[in-house]
């Protein structure tokens, strides 16, 4: 699932976006906050794939809070700046906005550059992993392009291996998959004699350092065919 973040005090706009964005595709959730503390609060306990950040929230406190998010998370940033505001424009992007929308706009408009940075996200960077934040329920927390996973806030100590197989699961999340299809995603070069039990082998460590939060295991084995990654009760 897709998560957007929306950081403007304007209520309405709010609203506005976050309809329009959740009508546009049922993969997407979309959040809004009005201030600059609650912004801090959720991007530091969840992980978001967009923001769509108003940079007029006061006189410096949009620009000091962009800075902060591209600090704190590697997604992209939309930024909507003042329309007749060169400097306010130039300044967002020399912090990190990776696009920059003039208010009052147009909603399609809005919400194509929205859909343009998630497309981007997704392609990703080399080697063709995603650049966007994967975030399963509250608990985990999935970067592939810096190879980190936090877990509750902790980060996950994980081989090579084992954070490219977490990862195929959770781009497959809710599907049952074989276990051939797990060494094609996970192994595509490798040759092996067992690939049953290489794969085996590693889901059970996985397993191991994921733990089973709330009760529910991640990592469900379906009888005689294979595993089912559960990504667990989103908000």
Not at 97 to 119: H, I, M, S, T, Y
Not at 175 to 193: C, H, I, M
Not at 197 to 206: C, D, G, I, P, T
Not at 208 to 220: D, H, R, V
Request: hydrophobic share 40%.
């Amino acid at each position: 699932m897709i998560r957007v973040l929306i950081i403007d005090a304007d209520l309405n706009n709010c609203k506005r976006i976050k309809y329009a964005l959740q009508e546009q595709s049922s993969e997407l959730d979309a959040y809004y906050t009005l201030s600059v503390v609650e912004a801090i609060e959720c991007l530091a306990k969840e992980g978001y794939q967009l923001v769509i950040l108003d940079l007029s929230l006061s006189e410096t406190e949009g620009l000091r809070l962009l800075r902060i998010i591209r600090d704190l998370q590697p997604m992209p940033i939309l930024a909507l700046a003042v329309n007749d505001s060169t400097e306010q424009t130039v300044k967002a992007f020399s912090l990190g906005a990776d696009d920059v929308l003039g208010k009052p706009f147009n909603l399609e408009e809005c919400l194509a550059r929205a859909q343009n940075l998630l497309r981007r996200a997704r392609a990703g960077g080399p080697g063709g992993k995603p650049g966007y934040t994967l975030v399963c329920g509250r608990d985990l927390v999935i970067t592939p392009l810096t190879r980190r996973a936090y877990q509750r806030g902790e980060p996950l100590d994980l081989t090579r291996r084992e954070f490219d197989l977490l990862c195929f699961f959770v781009d497959h999340a809710g599907q049952v998959l074989t276990r051939d299809q797990l060494y094609n995603g996970v192994w595509p070069r490798e040759a092996s004699f067992d690939t049953e039990e290489a794969v085996r082998s590693q889901v059970k460590q996985l397993r191991k350092k994921l733990g089973t939060p709330k009760g529910n295991a991640y990592i469900e084995t379906v009888w005689g065919v294979g595993y089912r990654f559960n990504e667990g009760r989103r908000t």
